[in-house]
């Protein structure tokens, strides 16, 4: 019963995916590919946050390595000869080359390897300098990319990406990002992962290892932060370092905390709504114009709300929309 | 390197490590007190150097301008801990650091929506900016008078923690908040002292910022904040003095390895989180930290 059902929901939203790339303007398309981009990054960002429980702020790390790995595979050798403009690009630069597919999977993997090595310092530690800690590695990738113009380019960034990356492509492997989650969280290691969120030491004392398990989680969050990181990049077609600021991870938090910290359902709603409510409140970033004077654009009033928004939910609506549950089980008495 | 520009260097990097230090200070202090990681500290450093610039732009003497901007830090300190933690205190750490969060990308935002986000040219008074030589070298005075403040600053609140009685009650909350309370102490009171202390000193140490480069922007507060954090951490969290000599030896390094090595100059911000995963991987604790589940000054 339950199999049939969930198939018959996947081929509505494949249908569904096939349906609005042929009918919808580009414009509603734009909108909708960044929702499946965002619902990426929110989901796999919502499995170490949320569901593992280790608190950390390095998404746009994760996001940048993948995106630069997919833009360098997919540019073509003369493009990247000629964008190089401050120094010529690494040999090695121009002899990176792959398919579309395979490019976005590269850079997942290479995410996700970094995340490895990263997780030796980084869970060594508990709480606040967990976030601290990863809060810095996404600095630290920033200032990389901008001072190895042989390998970036530099602040400059990349562009001319080949656009590969229509709604298709990115609702499926947005799907696919949602189903593997779901496994995951009713795995074995989600069960360990949400037992290590819960109360490490006794977590330990049931014979997990919680660093292999931190480390599985936060490896599998890098990876898809990659991939979406790869689509990102080819769908804008260009990329430059100040892209991936705080502001990216700060999005992705306002998401997993309004969807509930360890809901994959929450965070595919969350998404739609913040990303939706993005895109309505762009009016106040344009000029605003109270009986009739200019009072001119002040950029950033968006995120002034969305800052508010996000300490009002901690201090009033701290469980979010979901709490931690699904919403194919939100009645149960139990989540499980 | 020869010895003069040697002697420079040590002075730049005093006055850059003093800055860090007075930021720092207040990352330990309130990490003391509530084992928070107050991420809206290096904002309220920002909000101090703004009052400050404001100040001097409608005319205030630089002194009083300063005074502005350290009760205004205060003030934002104290509204932050009443409206974002105190309603949290029973709550998970991980809610409290969403709202510290949340509260950092307010003020940076509010900051760039009222007054823009291109860096203002901070005017200091002359006596700070003059050029004065000793030998081969020229120097601005702020590179000596910024130390000198800093360890003055550290004397008194070192007074303030280990003399009087409100310093007493902070410590004692850095043990045990519970029992604190139990003792008939108004936990709420002392905290709201540790955010002005930390609040002021943060303002202190933007209005530093301003004098030795002098611009500002709404921005300013998130990499030297992240850096004095890891001053802190270097130096031990929830230990003062370890805090002033996690940031000193922040700002030695960075000022002689940018010397030595100028191709390294592009990574100068990166330095502190090396520093930060080094002594998280060999020493958490910290140079002059004991422990790190009960810090202590």
Same mark, same amino acid.
């Given at each position: 019963m339950k199999i049939i059902r969930n198939i018959l929901l996947i081929i509505a939203t494949l249908l569904f995916i096939y349906y609005a790339q042929n009918t919808f303007d580009s414009y509603t398309l734009s909108i909708l590919s960044n929702i499946g981009i965002f619902a990426i990054l929110a989901l796999s960002y919502n499995l170490i946050n949320g569901v593992a429980g280790q608190f950390s702020l390095e998404p746009n790390g994760f996001v940048a390595i993948g995106a630069y790995f997919t833009a360098i595979l997919l540019l073509p050798t003369d493009t990247k000869v000629d964008m190089f403009a401050l120094v010529d690009p690494a040999p090695i630069i121009l002899q990176m080359k792959a398919q579309f597919i395979p490019a976005i999977i590269i850079g997942g993997i290479a995410a996700s390897i970094v995340a490895m090595f990263l997780s030796f310092p980084v869970f060594r530690v508990r709480g606040d300098y967990l976030a601290i800690v990863t809060l810095g590695f996404g600095f630290i990738i920033r200032i990389f990319a901008i001072n190895n113009p042989a390998y970036t380019n530099g602040a400059m960034g990349l562009n001319d990406i080949p656009s590969n990356a229509n709604f298709i492509w990115i609702g499926i492997i947005a799907l696919i990002t949602f189903i593997i989650m779901i496994h995951i969280i009713y795995s074995k290691y989600g069960r360990a992962m949400k037992s290590v969120r819960d109360d490490e030491d006794a977590a330990t004392a049931m014979g997990i290892n919680t660093f292999k398990i931190k480390t599985y989680a936060f490896m599998t969050s890098a990876f898809f932060e990659g991939i979406g990181g790869g689509l990102l990049a080819s769908m804008l077609t260009t990329i430059t370092p100040d892209q991936f600021s705080f502001l990216l991870t700060f999005q992705l938090l306002i998401i997993i905390v309004l969807g509930g910290l360890g809901s994959m359902s929450g965070a595919l709603i969350a998404t739609i709504l913040v990303m939706g409510g993005m895109e309505w409140l762009r009016f106040l970033d344009d000029n605003i114009i109270i009986f009739g004077t200019d009072l001119g654009a002040h950029p950033g009033t968006r995120m002034v709300v969305f800052s508010i928004l996000l300490i009002i939910m901690m201090l009033f609506a701290r469980k979010g929309l979901l709490g931690d549950k699904e919403l194919f089980n939100y009645f149960k008495k139990k989540s499980q | 390197m020869n010895l003069d520009i040697f002697l420079q260097q040590l002075v730049n990097g005093a006055s850059l490590?003093?800055?860090?230090?007075?930021? $720092?200070? =207040?990352?330990?202090?309130?990490?003391? #007190? @509530?084992?928070?990681?107050?991420? &809206?500290? =290096?904002?309220?450093?920002m909000v101090g150097a703004f009052l400050t610039f404001f100040g001097t732009s409608a005319g205030i003497p630089f002194e009083l301008a300063v005074l502005l901007g350290i009760i205004g830090s205060a003030a934002v300190g104290i509204l932050t801990d009443k409206i974002a933690y105190k309603p949290l205190r029973d709550a998970p750490k991980i809610s409290l650091l969403i709202t510290a969060i949340g509260i950092s990308f307010f003020l940076e935002n509010l900051f760039t929506v009222l007054f823009g986000s291109t860096p203002k040219a901070f005017a200091a008074p002359e006596y700070l900016t003059k050029i004065f030589h000793v030998g081969e070298i020229y120097l601005p005075i702020s590179v000596i008078i910024i130390p000198t403040v800093t360890l003055l600053i550290l004397a008194l609140v070192l007074w303030i923690l280990y003399k009087t009685k409100y310093g007493m009650a902070i410590r004692a909350l850095a043990f045990d908040i519970q029992t604190v309370k139990l003792m008939g102490i108004d936990a709420d009171r002392i905290i709201m002292i540790v955010f002005i202390i930390g609040s002021a000193l943060a303002a202190i140490g933007g209005v530093f910022y301003a004098v030795s480069y002098p611009s500002i922007d709404p921005l300013m507060g998130i990499i030297v904040g992240l850096k004095a954090f &890891?001053?802190?951490? @270097?130096? %031990?969290? =929830?230990?003062?003095? =370890? $805090? #002033?000599?996690? *940031?000193?030896? @922040? %700002?030695?390094? +960075?000022?002689? #390895? #940018?010397?030595?090595?100028? +191709?390294? %100059?592009?990574?100068?911000?990166? /330095?502190?989180?090396? /520093?930060?995963?080094?002594?998280?991987?060999?020493?958490?604790? *910290?140079?002059?930290?004991?422990?790190? +589940?009960?810090?202590? /000054?």
């Open positions: - | 490590g003093s800055m860090y230090a007075l930021i $720092a200070i =207040g990352y330990t202090m309130v990490y003391g #007190v @509530l084992r928070l990681i107050n991420f &809206a500290h =290096g904002d309220i450093m &890891a001053a802190a951490v @270097l130096g %031990g969290i =929830g230990s003062v003095a =370890g $805090a #002033v000599v996690g *940031g000193f030896i @922040l %700002g030695f390094t +960075e000022i002689f #390895v #940018v010397a030595m090595f100028p +191709e390294l %100059g592009g990574y100068k911000d990166a /330095f502190a989180f090396f /520093f930060l995963i080094l002594v998280l991987l060999f020493r958490p604790t *910290g140079i002059m930290g004991q422990d790190l +589940e009960r810090g202590r /000054f």
